[in-house]
């Protein structure tokens, strides 16, 4: 009677096993880089099908995510952002090391979601953010211009600087929609 015990035991553990075994098979964790940026939580692959998550996509597209639960519906919106970055009335993209002034000229098109307002930031090379301007938008525009109040900002540290257009959709948060590199030197 042990014996019998023993092995519907070993039995029941075999299949278990057999089955994560074959379920690991199917499902299968791998690495998604967007940009050359790798996307934090990855992605699955399931019967030769890549998924990822809605709000990685979104977030690793610039795009702006919305969950409306009453439908049961995603909406994804990516607005075309222009951004030029200009002293006086030159163009740039590398500066040298120190105080420099600049605008910065935003064309935004196809802003198919609600929108609160937009703000403009810089990201020095350590991370640090510092917010430039944010404009209230009063009523619904799909496409429009914004252009900055002249900035004076301390590049200290050699390396990449970023500037970021952020969207903040009705009731929401601020989403990163598009970004622009400044390089110091």
């Known amino acids: 009677m042990k014996a019998r015990r023993v092995m519907v035991v070993a039995l029941a553990l075999s299949l278990m096993g057999g089955s994560v075994i074959f379920a690991d098979s199917i499902t299968q964790k791998i690495k998604m880089v967007f940009n050359g940026e790798e996307v934090s939580d990855g992605a699955v692959m399931i019967d030769g099908k890549t998924y990822l998550s809605v709000s990685q996509a979104g977030e690793a597209l610039k795009a702006i995510v919305e969950w409306d639960d009453n439908a049961k519906k995603v909406t994804v919106n990516k607005p075309n952002v222009h951004m030029l970055t200009f002293s006086g009335k ?3 993209g590398v500066v040298k090391r120190g105080e420099f002034k600049f605008n910065v000229l935003c064309s935004v098109d196809n802003l198919k979601v609600a929108a609160d307002a937009v703000k403009v930031s810089i990201i020095d090379p350590a991370g640090k953010v510092k917010d430039i ?15 900055t109040q002249e900035l004076t900002y301390d590049f200290k540290a050699a390396g990449k600087y970023t500037i970021a257009f ?7 948060d601020y989403t990163r929609v598009a970004e622009k590199e400044i390089t110091a030197i």
């Open 166 to 172: 952020f969207v903040k959709p009705s009731g929401g």
């Open 133 to 147: 301007q944010e404009l209230d938008l009063k009523e619904r525009k799909e496409y429009f211009m914004f252009q």
């Open 90 to 92: 030159d163009i740039f």
